[in-house]
């Protein structure tokens, strides 16, 4: 099979495109998925730089979707011919966080989806969105999921309420979409006024320029009458923490997920007990989540939002593509 590896220590130029052995037939309990899509997520690109080690020769990619020609004996929630859905944490079929998942993560402490083939347990996948092609479905493992788990998982978000979104990479736009779909109010925020116009087109209700108004998160709370939101999507990290505090309201919920403006920095820690805000760290989800989003999915009509396909031999462009900070939404590769 053709497969894509990254030599250690990292780096953009040191993916590789090789031929591999195919894995097998499939034992008990496992499938065999002849994967069709991958979608480009900040985990994969951190890993590719080598930022996140890997052993030499790992195959990266946390998201896959394809199909399944292979099925083990006992394997019931999946036939020949079904379409399947990787999971960001395949030993994490729900309830609280496991210790020691990363180990098992696709394309970080174990070989991802770049590649044609893949033997794995039938509980590693999930069904797809009726309707979704494989590129729409693989856009749902990492980006989705987080924006579902942030939200709804540990939000508990409702109709009527505030959200705050951070930039158009693909976590912020499946929340302004699960937020809208929901009901909810959405601010959100970019540094380019084309994309914000974009934005406003998806249903957003407020849009800030960051760049030209530093202060966003103080523009947030005003907009909403000095009470602030009820929600914020965190996706840059220390550098972005403290207006998102600003923005939020007294009681509030920030889901931190992203580490974009840094990994550390001053915190105003007396903001976050005055306010009493809810701050809680999000790494995707499990994979009865993952069901349960894409019965939202489904019952909403929701579609993800794919700038640009790249080929799997030219997955180094994609990750240049991604580190242009050009795109709005998801980077798809088609294998």
């Known amino acids: 099979m053709k497969a894509v590896r990254l030599r250690a220590p990292g780096g953009i130029d040191q993916l590789e495109v090789a031929e591999l052995p195919d894995p097998g037939a499939p034992g008990a309990g496992e499938i065999v998925v002849r994967l069709r899509a991958s979608s480009l997520n900040y985990h994969d690109y951190k890993v590719v730089l080598g930022d996140i080690p890997t052993e030499d020769g790992r195959i990266p990619m ?176 220390a550098g972005t923490l403290p207006q998102s505090l600003s923005a939020a309201r007294v009681g509030g919920h920030i889901s931190l997920i992203g580490v974009l403006e840094g990994l550390e920095g001053p915190i105003p820690t007396a903001l976050i007990m005055r306010k009493q805000v809810r701050l809680i760290g999000i790494t995707v989800g499990t994979r009865r989540s993952q069901l349960d989003m894409i019965a939202a999915i489904e019952a909403n009509g929701i579609r993800p939002v794919i700038d640009k396909h790249f080929p799997l031999e030219e997955l180094g462009d994609a990750f240049r593509y991604q580190e242009s900070g050009r795109h709005f939404g998801k980077i798809a590769v088609d294998i």
Request: one cysteine or more; charged letters at 20%; hydrophobic letters at 45%.
């Open 62 to 237: 946390s998201d896959g979707a394809g199909d399944v020609i292979a099925i083990g004996a006992g394997v019931t929630d999946f036939k020949p011919g079904d379409a399947a859905l990787s999971l960001f944490f395949p030993n994490w079929p729900d309830g609280a966080p496991i210790e020691g998942g990363f180990s098992g993560v696709p394309g970080d402490g174990a070989d991802g989806y770049a590649c044609e083939l893949v033997r794995a347990p039938a509980s590693a996948f999930t069904r797809v969105p009726k309707g979704y092609s494989h590129a729409e479905a693989a856009t749902l493992t990492c980006a989705g999921l987080t924006a579902w788990r942030a939200l709804v998982v540990e939000g508990h978000l409702k109709a009527g309420d505030r959200v705050l979104v951070q930039g158009t990479g693909g976590v912020s736009i499946f929340a302004l979409q699960f937020a809208k779909a929901m009901g909810a109010t959405v601010i959100a925020t970019s540094s380019c006024d084309t994309k914000l116009d974009r934005l406003k087109a998806m249903g957003a209700d407020h849009v800030i320029n960051y760049k030209t108004t530093p202060k966003w998160g103080t523009a947030a709370r005003a907009w909403t009458g000095g009470i602030g939101v009820d929600h914020v999507v965190e996706v840059g990290g």
